[in-house]
């Protein structure tokens, strides 16, 4: 309110008091014995003023200096307001031109064969994803980097034309992350960029470029006879930035936790503003403050990008795969839940639970040399000495058939067990396998693990209620559970994405969350607010522009559209 | 509002699940606005907008006048003063929550405050400025930095009552300082040098809900400390090794009364969520510079059975690299913590323990396992390969009581260290670095703490490269000895790709270690957020983050 005040003052004033002072210069000489009202003497656009002509021009520039100070300011504060009340920062993209003009300065920085793409077929591969269903569009151009200081290059290249970029690594994720920008946009290519730089075996750690799928890493260690492996593990030729974009997880997770735990000890990012951070050194811990590290996990690439990062590496421990079948999902998660409990609870790597669709479908997919009962069914993974897990499998044993197992099995060879695990890793295949000629919608929510009994019963009533098909997979111990969709054509798109809706909305009344592993990406935005409360979105987003001002990394993912501001939130604060 | 936090010392190791009782939120964005609008007149890194703002000021300018010197000079003063102001304001917010006077209000205005306070809250103990409580807020034991009183300190019952205080500080612009278990050792709590509100949480220690029963949370830092102030300084402990950290995934949500005074909660119940980078890691090692945190939901481990042994060493070399070797085996280790012959020395002058130690570098080790047979199989294991290292006198305990016995002689690593030098003072130190890179550090610091004569123990949770040395000093000359002897252990930590604080956080003790060990880059990062976040610098300025000016490449100043 001052300043609008002050505003009006400055902008009426200036212009007034010019005109009174060359009326005052004018009559001046005309009637030298009028004398002026007292007062007039202090006003420096009087000409009866006391000070010399210095004193004078003096005082009238201060105080059109304070006009204009006072001006600027506000035009300032007017500029920045307009923008916080948009949906998206006031930002142009590029135009088509500038595009072009962009991707010649691409084209010239970066010379090699390969490294700047504009095939039409690349484009749309790279913009569309064949794991989900959102609205996408093609890419402008696909960069491929080969190092941190060629990352820098496009990124200041795409703050120059105003070009968003999408970075783009293993391309398995599920709601629409790597898609493009309509109006054009860069995608980052970090797939070339995986080689292992540092094995520290001492130390269990690693440090690679963020392009290195995690199953090479796994491979190279057992290649090389290092006893130690990455635990997290998402979707067949994921890699680390990728993983780290979505805070993926995995089987392991009930054993490991997820990568939002401390598997990441550091990373090299560049900023939106072209500026290379590491953020942590080598330590396995540090209490240096919040550890800015956490922010690009599951950042989706909206707050920069990441090209180099330091893993932990954790003991490769022996293993043993049992199978067990119960008369109902219920009657399952009961039992996962006693075990992890259980003093044996930490020898449990995996517990995953298999409906009984999906063991059917891995069945007819035929996947296994006899086929296994067509039961909700858990896959254990037991890891430890022997000693560990004997008494631990005898535990399981005893608790399973507390809770109604009917059946109890070791894989009898460790080829068995690896197909076991392979069955599983490979659900969205079998499923697909199973029933050819459809097309699969993968979901993911997770819960308080005891409140997934309830979960998964109202979800496959509400299936069967619509008629659709589908199979149930979940990484039971930690509450997370995927139904894979089966849909046929675009005419049945409709009622599966609204059964999508509906599974996301009983998850998150259960206090549970629209994305357990796979992400927000376009597929998920629109749960977010209420997930999280509108509260938490804002500080993601206050975050987000303070790092991105200009909203270059990955537009249109992950932060939800604002929804209008109601009239008193434009009030600035008063302090 | 019914919320709370557990105060630890007082539960022990009871099973929790604490979580809030109530989704809460004010739907208001002040926090955007101010947010941006401090940003866009301060930081360097928005030239474009800075630019933009001041050709504003230009376009004004172009008003034709036959008197061109009066508006030439009006427009260049105006400049030269818009630049002076923008100048002035950068510097200020630039230094987002260091000591600039003007950035806070008067000694009146927080006068003003504190009445506004009492009104808020007329029962009679919610503000109190009697001199003994603000003494006690002020001034710690736990280090030997110089001591100040707060103006007030205010204990809140309730999320909304720590919305209503933050309301007042806003208004008044007085510092915010939360207090809790107040163990930390880095002068987290300081008051500001104008003054400010102690918040003090410890008062709200309820559990609220408990979900799962014979569980336990397994971090581990000092007796006292309390929920609030271990996610704050990013805590861990003794149980590291097995279980992580305060970064790992023990908070599952944080309720947070955030300097605009909204309060968010950061995630709901479910172990595990992919959706956008987790908020609740943001407040955690911060320090109470981005907000109040007010409820928590924390996971739990179930409680195993364990054991302890102790084994003692040629040397810490050898000790390590058991350490590396044992836990590359994937056996069961709880714990397994590095002590040094003069630890040892001190156990046995203390008194307190049943048995006479042999005064050599030892690890004591806690095993755990879910039955007594694999606990066993786990010793075997672990003493076949420690005395491939060399070790000798490997002690298993026998039983239950023993095993604390045991333990106990490691836990009392401050009072005993204390008793090496009658009418001493100790100086505990925290710094970590990769395991492999322990015995360098570790040889290094002995070394040049024997050339300055300045006695310690060494303890480290050694399975994580994390040490700390208790410096002995009897007098300010000592002091300043062992001090600088800190200062040169850090930067030995650092250069061994190691930080300048494994656990115990930055507060003011560690703020100008950060740009050498994190970079300029990760710091400013860091400084965006809590500008963006909390745009006045109320929140323990002071604490956290370097001043501009603030490194240090010279040990011992
Ligand atoms: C069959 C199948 C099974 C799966 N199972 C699991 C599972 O069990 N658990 C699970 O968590 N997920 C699972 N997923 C999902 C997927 O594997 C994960 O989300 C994975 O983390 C994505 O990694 P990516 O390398 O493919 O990333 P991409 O798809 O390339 O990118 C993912 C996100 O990260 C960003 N990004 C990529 N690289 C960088 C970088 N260098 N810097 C900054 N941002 C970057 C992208 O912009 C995008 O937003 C599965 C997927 C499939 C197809
Ligand atoms: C003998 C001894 C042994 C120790 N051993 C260990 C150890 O093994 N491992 C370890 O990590 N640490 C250890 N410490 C340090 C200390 O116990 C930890 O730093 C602990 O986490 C501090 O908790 P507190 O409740 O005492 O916090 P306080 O000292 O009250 O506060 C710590 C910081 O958190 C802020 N804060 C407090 N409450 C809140 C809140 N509700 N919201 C926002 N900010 C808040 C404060 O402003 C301050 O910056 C030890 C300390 C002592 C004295």
């Not at chain 2, 105060?7 to 101010?34: E, K, M």
């Not at chain 2, 000798?392 to 023993?402: D, I, Q, S, V, Y």
């Not at chain 2, 400084?527 to 963006?532: H, P, S, V």
Request: aromatic letters at 6%.
């Amino acid at each position: 309110m001052v300043l609008r005040l002050s505003l009006q003052r400055c902008l009426v004033h200036p212009v007034s008091a010019l005109r009174r002072h060359m009326i005052l210069t004018r009559p001046a000489s005309t009637t030298p014995h009028s004398t002026p009202p007292g007062l007039l003497r202090y006003s420096p656009w009087s000409k009866e003023f006391l000070g010399s002509l210095k004193t004078r021009i003096f005082l009238q520039s201060a105080f059109y200096a304070v006009g204009i100070v006072t001006a600027a300011g506000l035009v300032d504060s007017y500029l920045f307001a307009s923008r916080t009340e948009l949906e998206e920062p006031v930002l142009h993209y590029a135009s088509p031109q500038g595009t072009k003009l962009a991707i010649e300065e691409l084209r010239a920085t970066f010379p090699r064969a390969n490294a700047v793409d504009t095939d039409a077929d690349t484009l749309r591969t790279y913009g569309f994803s064949e794991n989900s269903y959102h609205p996408a569009s093609p890419h402008s151009v696909v960069v491929r980097p080969t190092c941190t200081s060629d990352v820098v290059k496009i990124v200041n290249i795409s703050r120059k034309y105003r070009i968003p970029i999408t970075p783009y690594s293993g391309a398995t994720s599920l709601e629409g992350h790597t898609s493009g920008y309509p109006s054009g946009s860069i995608c980052l290519d970090m797939s070339g960029m995986d080689q292992i730089l540092q094995i520290n075996e001492a130390d269990s750690d690693l440090v690679c470029q963020s392009g290195a799928r995690w199953e090479d890493i796994n491979a190279t260690l057992k290649e090389k006879g290092i006893p130690l492996f990455f635990p997290l593990d998402p979707g067949p030729g994921a890699t680390i930035g990728g993983m780290i974009g979505t805070g993926c997880s995995g089987t392991n997770a009930v054993r490991y936790g997820t990568a939002r735990a401390e598997w990441f000890l550091n990373l090299t990012a560049v900023l939106p503003n072209g500026e290379v951070i590491k953020t942590r050194r080598r330590a396995r811990k540090s209490a240096a403050g919040f550890d800015t590290t956490k922010l690009f996990i599951g950042a989706e690439g909206t707050l920069g990008i990441v090209t180099e990062v330091t893993l932990r590496l954790t003991p490769v421990i022996p293993t043993k795969v049992a199978m067990a079948q119960f008369p109902d999902v219920e009657h399952a998660v009961s039992a996962v839940q006693e075990i992890l409990n259980t003093p044996y609870g930490p020898h449990i790597q995996c517990v995953e639970l298999l409906d009984d669709h999906m063991m059917e479908a891995i069945n007819t997919a035929g996947l296994v040399d006899h086929p296994y009962p067509v039961e909700d069914t858990l896959f254990f993974k037991i890891q430890g000495d022997p000693t560990s897990i004997k008494s631990t499998s005898k535990a399981v044993q005893d608790i399973v058939k507390k809770h109604g197992s009917s059946r109890f099995e070791f894989a009898s060879t460790d080829q068995e067990a690896e197909d076991l695990w392979q069955n599983r890793k490979y659900a969205l295949m079998s499923t697909m396998a199973a029933n050819p000629g459809t097309r699969c919608w993968t979901t993911d929510v997770c819960v308080p693990v005891s409140r997934l009994p309830q979960l998964v019963f109202e979800t496959k009533k509400d299936l069967a209620d619509s008629g659709i098909q589908s199979t149930i997979v979940g990484h039971v111990g930690d509450g997370n559970f995927h139904a894979l969709i089966l849909f046929r054509d675009d005419s049945e798109l409709q009622g599966v994405s609204d059964a999508v809706h509906r599974l996301v909305h009983r998850a998150v009344a259960l206090e549970g969350t629209c994305t357990g592993e796979h992400g927000v990406g376009v597929g998920k935005k629109e749960y977010l607010t209420d997930e999280l409360g509108e509260g938490t979105v804002e500080l993601m987003r206050v975050i987000k522009r303070a790092i991105d001002p200009l909203n270059l990394m990955n537009p249109g993912k992950l932060y939800p559209e604002r929804r209008k501001p109601k009239a008193e939130e434009f009030n600035r604060p008063s302090a | 509002m019914n919320s709370l936090f557990k105060a630890w010392g007082q539960h022990g190791h009871r099973q929790i699940y604490l979580h809030s009782g109530r989704h809460l939120l004010t739907p208001r964005s002040l926090l955007v606005h101010s947010g941006i609008a401090r940003r866009l007149h301060s930081s360097p890194s928005l030239g474009e907008h800075d630019v933009q703002s001041r050709a504003g000021a230009n376009n004004t300018s172009g008003i034709s006048s036959s008197h061109i010197l009066l508006l030439a000079t009006s427009i260049l003063s105006g400049i030269v003063g818009f630049a002076v102001a923008s100048g002035l304001e950068s510097s200020t917010s630039v230094k987002g929550g260091s000591s600039q006077d003007q950035q806070f209000g008067t000694p009146g205005d927080f006068k003003q405050a504190i009445e506004e306070l009492r009104q808020a809250f007329p029962s009679s103990d919610a503000v109190s400025t009697d001199p003994e409580d603000l003494r006690t807020h002020g001034f710690s034991d736990y280090d030997y930095r110089p001591g100040r009183l707060h103006s007030v300190v205010f204990y809140p019952a309730s999320t909304e009552d720590v919305v209503r205080m933050v309301k007042i500080a806003t208004k008044y612009k007085m510092p915010v300082i939360p207090y809790s278990g107040a163990t930390s050792l880095e002068g987290h709590i300081r008051s500001h040098a104008v003054g400010g509100i102690c918040v003090d949480i410890s008062g709200m220690d309820r559990i609220l809900e408990i979900h799962g029963i014979p569980l336990f949370f397994p971090l581990d830092p000092a007796p006292g400390a309390t929920i609030g102030g271990m996610l704050s300084t990013g805590c861990s402990g003794t149980n590291a090794v097995r279980y992580g950290t305060a970064k790992a995934e023990w908070f599952l949500n944080a309720t947070v009364v955030l300097p605009s005074g909204e309060v968010i909660k950061t995630r709901r119940r479910s172990r595990k969520s992919s959706a956008g980078f987790d908020t609740t890691k943001l407040f955690i090692g911060a320090e109470g510079t981005l907000g109040i945190v007010t409820e928590v939901t924390i996971r739990l481990a179930p409680l195993l059975p364990t054991t302890v042994a102790v084994v003692q060493f040629p040397d810490l070399r050898k000790a390590t690299e058991a350490v590396i070797e044992v836990m590359n085996q994937g056996v069961g280790i709880q714990c397994v913590e590095a002590v040094d012959d003069v630890f040892m020395a001190a156990t046995n002058k203390f008194g307190m323990s049943a048995r006479k130690w042999p005064e050599k570098d030892s690890l004591f080790l806690k095993f755990q396992g879910p039955t007594q047979a694999s606990i066993q199989e786990t010793a075997k294991i672990v003493k076949k390969i420690v005395e491939k290292h060399g070790a000798t006198g490997f002690e298993l305990a026998r039983n239950a009581k023993e095993a604390d016995d045991l333990w106990a002689d490691r836990k009392n690593a401050n009072y005993s260290g204390m008793a090496l030098l009658e009418g001493a003072k100790g100086w505990g130190t925290d710094v970590c670095v990769p395991v492999s890179k322990l015995p360098e550090l570790v040889y290094e610091t002995k070394k040049d703490l024997a050339q300055i004569g300045i006695t310690s123990t060494i303890v480290g949770h050694v399975g994580d490269g994390n040490f700390h040395a208790l410096l002995l000093f009897r007098n300010e000359k000592e002091y300043r000895i062992a001090k600088e002897a800190v200062h040169r252990m850090v930067h030995r930590a650092i250069a061994l790709d190691g930080t300048c604080t494994g656990e115990h956080g930055v507060g003011v003790g560690k703020k100008k270690y950060l740009v050498e060990e994190l970079g300029a880059g990760t710091v400013e990062l860091m400084k965006t957020i809590k500008r963006a976040i909390d745009p006045l610098g109320l929140f323990n300025p002071g604490k956290l983050y370097p001043d501009d000016d603030e490194t240090d490449n010279k040990p011992g100043v």
